[in-house]
């Protein structure tokens, strides 16, 4: 995936959350010997000449260490209580001035870079709409925020993130891409 056009581009990561069901960071879970965090970032750094945000729990030493030797920096979220709504308000305040905006939850095992290049393709063809991972009829992350949606998102609360946020969207200003590879977040146990 070529670079260019996407220099407007910044690309959050979520990691900030409790994974009270886990029981641990699911960030730091490891899954065929690399954890999530450092996998993410891995698949999602050719889409972005930028730094990677990566949102997450204050006072993180192990994120840092995972992180090592890639571009991405840390975004501290104190209010990770708020649930999932915090860290994107978070992560799109790191990312306030850019032309968009992709979120992509740090849970996603399987992810590929085939999936998330279908989706920058399908928001590349109309970069003011919303382009969002299919669940079903419905959208949710990863998803590509334009700038114009900032404040809208800014409104949401709780853990939904922007599932909810997607509904009120007229659906001509939002496109839903078939993600297989992002179908299943990691099981509660591993």
């Not at 879970?29 to 999530?36: D, P, V, Y």
Request: charged share 25%; hydrophobic share 45%.
């Amino acid at each position: 995936m070529k670079l260019t056009g996407m220099s407007g581009l910044r690309i959050v990561i979520l990691a900030a959350g409790y994974s009270r069901r886990l029981g641990r960071a699911k960030a730091l879970a490891r899954i065929h010997g690399i954890c999530l965090l450092r996998r993410t970032t891995r698949v999602l750094a050719p889409f972005s000449a930028r730094t990677l945000i990566v949102v997450a729990p204050p006072r993180c030493p192990r994120y840092l260490h995972e992180l090592r030797g890639l571009n991405a920096r840390l975004v501290a979220n104190p209010r990770r209580s708020s649930g999932l709504s915090g860290s994107v308000r978070r992560g799109l305040g790191a990312a306030r001035w850019s032309a968009a905006t992709l979120i992509v939850p740090v849970d996603l095992a399987a992810l590929e870079r085939a999936d998330v290049a279908r989706l920058l393709k399908r928001w590349r063809a109309a970069p003011r709409r919303i382009a969002a991972r299919r669940i079903g009829a419905r959208g949710g992350a990863p998803l590509i925020l334009p700038r114009r949606y900032y404040a809208l998102a800014a409104g949401i609360t709780g853990d939904t993130g922007l599932r909810d946020l997607l509904q009120t969207i007229a659906p001509s200003d939002r496109v839903f891409v078939d993600m297989p590879s992002a179908a299943q977040d990691i099981p509660t146990s591993l």
